[in-house]
T-cell receptor
């Protein structure tokens, strides 16, 4: 079974530039998450989708971050304009559905460095 | 805001020693999960606990969910270098949003 795919794996950009990350979840998984993980810390949930609808985006900095999951499958996370403090690993994850105890499967992450 | 505090933050031990990692919150969770993350990889699920007081064992790892479902512990017996990594707990709230803990970085020296 293919896992969660993310691209690009690594990206270096200058502050004020824009960047986009792509995620393809495990086939059939209705729930998709984007997490931000700063080095040495636990992941912080940015946005959670159920199919193509947003379940939670309370911690998404909406002035610069946006995410979409138009057809309920792939998702894109965009940052524009980037700040130095956005340097982090952006983890995409998926699970079968909104059921407590469901396993969340993570991708390898997209590493962003803002200089 | 729900917070999950893990302790210790860092732990460096010799191979063969035992250790316990704690995950504490003032909030009640419907379930709690433990993950291990290795450098350059995403977190990988180790276990899910659902019932207050529940104990689960995975080889040398023992996981316990507190009676009140606000805290959990992970105990590793006879640690090995392969156990090295970042250990994360994650609690599921009523909206099925998983909140991750602050993480415990473990290094086991050969």
């Amino acid at each position: 079974e293919a896992g969660v795919a993310q691209s690009p794996r690594y990206k270096i950009i200058e502050k004020r530039q824009s960047v986009a990350f792509w995620c393809n979840p495990i086939s059939g998984h209705a729930t998709l998450y984007w997490y931000q993980q700063i080095l040495g810390q636990g992941p912080k949930l940015l946005i959670q989708f159920q199919n193509n609808g947003v379940v939670d985006d309370s911690q998404l900095p909406k002035d610069r971050f946006s995410a979409e999951r138009l057809k309920g499958v792939d998702s894109t996370l965009k940052i524009q304009p980037a700040k130095l403090e956005d340097s982090a690993v952006y983890l995409c994850a998926s699970s079968p559905g909104l059921n407590s105890g469901n396993t969340i499967y993570f991708g390898e992450g997209s590493w962003l460095t803002v200089v | 805001t729900q917070l999950l505090e893990q302790s210790p933050q860092f732990l460096s031990i010799q191979e063969g020693e035992n250790l316990t990692v704690y995950c504490n919150s003032s909030s009640v969770f419907s379930s709690l999960q433990w993950y291990r993350q290795e450098p350059g990889e995403g977190p990988v699920l180790l276990v899910t606990v659902v019932t207050g007081g529940e104990v689960k064992k995975l080889k040398r790892l023992t996981f316990q969910f507190g009676d009140a479902r606000k805290d959990s512990s992970l105990h590793i017996t006879a640690a090995q270098p392969g156990d090295t990594g970042l250990y994360l707990c994650a609690g599921a709230s009523g909206t099925y949003k998983y909140i991750f803990g602050t993480g415990t970085r473990l290094k086991v020296l050969a």
